[in-house]
Structures are given as structure tokens and as C-alpha cells.
């Protein structure tokens, strides 16, 4: 069974632009999952996805939105990038709504300049 | 002040030199506590729930024990492969299913 897949892996931006970023689940699993890794602040929780709801949003401003698919597939965009965006974004999916056992896809690294 | 707390930041470990590492937490009450284990350019794979006081889970050279207030990550005769960075999440009861994570205890073992 495949894992969670994430592309690109590797994104180079310059401030002011804006970054869509992909996440393809494991089959099956309807739960989506963001975090934004960086190491002065650890995983912190972007947005999760069910069913192509959004059922629960972090504390990071609107600049930061996603939307998941009908075949369960997730992006996460992020508008008019900051410096302090560089982290490392993760994505993970989960079989139920209870996200007891999370999936982690490799994540996309990526730098603002 | 941050809901989980982990122990130590990082800890370096002869091969064959047994630990613990320590995850604290404050919420009310919990639902789940999770063991995550993340390699370098990796993301966090799942080792073990705990759900309440008491309860202890194993495998291989890990085993992970739960209290009222804290978990421990108990490795016993770790190997220069248990080298990673062990991440402790909670869930809290009333709460979203959303886990808040520790920021991680990075491990090194030596050979």
C-alpha cells in the first residue's frame, strides 16, 4: 500500500508569492491533516480535512487555506509568503475522524527569500 | 504555556546505554497520548497510543508507560538505528481530535 505522498519536495519562493502545496493519502483514509514543522516551534497544527470538509483550523492567519477533493487528495496554499514561512510542511492522513494513528507524508521543505 | 512538555531536548547514548525520555502534559483530561518517532528529511512515524494510567505498550527496544501526569519512552540497549527524534502528542477529552505535539527529544546513540 502506498504511503502519503507529498510534492513537490523541495519549493524555493521569494516573499510576496504564493505556494500551493499537494498531498495524496493513503487509500481509503478521509481524514487530512497540515502541520507546519519548523524547529523553534515544533509541529504546529494547520487545518484537517473530512470528507472534503474542514473540520478543524490552527491559529495561523488567512493567508494559509487548503481544500481537500472529492477522491480524498488535499492542497494547502499559502498566499503572499513571508519570511517565517520557511518551515517544513507536513501532511498526514488517518482511516477515521479520530486521528488516533496519523500517517505522515515526507513534507515540502520550503524556503522564502 | 505549552500543553506538552518534553525531556529531555536532546540526549546522547552509548550503544547498549539505556534511558528514558520524558513527555509531560496539562491538559484536564486525556483522551490519548501518542509516540512518534521522525527521522531526518522524514516524516513522524507512529510507534504507540496509550490511553490511560497504568497501561504500557512494547516493541522491540522501546517500551512506553503512562501516568496521570507524564509518559515515559523507555529504550533499553538502544542501537545506533534507534537514532532519531521522538516526538509526544495528547489528545484532550472534550477536545477536537487535533493532537498537540512536544517539540521532540532527539536522540543520538553511538556505536
Known amino acids: 500500500k502506498a504511503g502519503v505522498t507529498q510534492t513537490p519536495r523541495y519549493l524555493i519562493k521569494t516573499r510576496g508569492q504564493q505556494v500551493t502545496l499537494s498531498c495524496s493519502p493513503i487509500?481509503?483514509?478521509?481524514?487530512v491533516s497540515w502541520y507546519q514543522q519548523t524547529p523553534g516551534q515544533g509541529l504546529q497544527f494547520l487545518f484537517e480535512y473530512f470528507s472534503e470538509t474542514q473540520r478543524n483550523k490552527g491559529n495561523f492567519p488567512g493567508r494559509f487555506s487548503g481544500r481537500q477533493f472529492s477522491n480524498s487528495r488535499s492542497e494547502m496554499n499559502v498566499s503572499t509568503l513571508e519570511l517565517g514561512d520557511s518551515a517544513l510542511y507536513l501532511c498526514a492522513s488517518s482511516v477515521g475522524d479520530r486521528n488516533e494513528k496519523l500517517f505522515f507524508g515526507s513534507g515540502t521543505q520550503l524556503s522564502v527569500l | 504555556e505549552d500543553q506538552v512538555t518534553q525531556s529531555p531536548e536532546a540526549l546522547r547514548l552509548q550503544e547498549g546505554e539505556s534511558s528514558s525520555l520524558n513527555c509531560s502534559y496539562t491538559v484536564s483530561g486525556l483522551r490519548g497520548l501518542f509516540w512518534y518517532r521522525q527521522d531526518p528529511g522524514k516524516g513522524p512515524e507512529f510507534l504507540f497510543t496509550?490511553?490511560?494510567a497504568g497501561e504500557e505498550k512494547e516493541k522491540e527496544r522501546l517500551k512506553a508507560t503512562l501516568t496521570k501526569k507524564e509518559s515515559f519512552l523507555h529504550i533499553t540497549a538502544p542501537k545506533p538505528e534507534d537514532s532519531a527524534t521522538y516526538l509526544c502528542?495528547?489528545?484532550?477529552?472534550?477536545?477536537?481530535?487535533?493532537?498537540?505535539f512536544g517539540r521532540g527529544t532527539s536522540l543520538i546513540v553511538h556505536p
Open positions: 496509550l490511553y490511560s
Open positions: 502528542a495528547v489528545q484532550e477529552k472534550g477536545g477536537s481530535y487535533i493532537p498537540t
Open positions: 487509500s481509503g483514509h478521509r481524514s
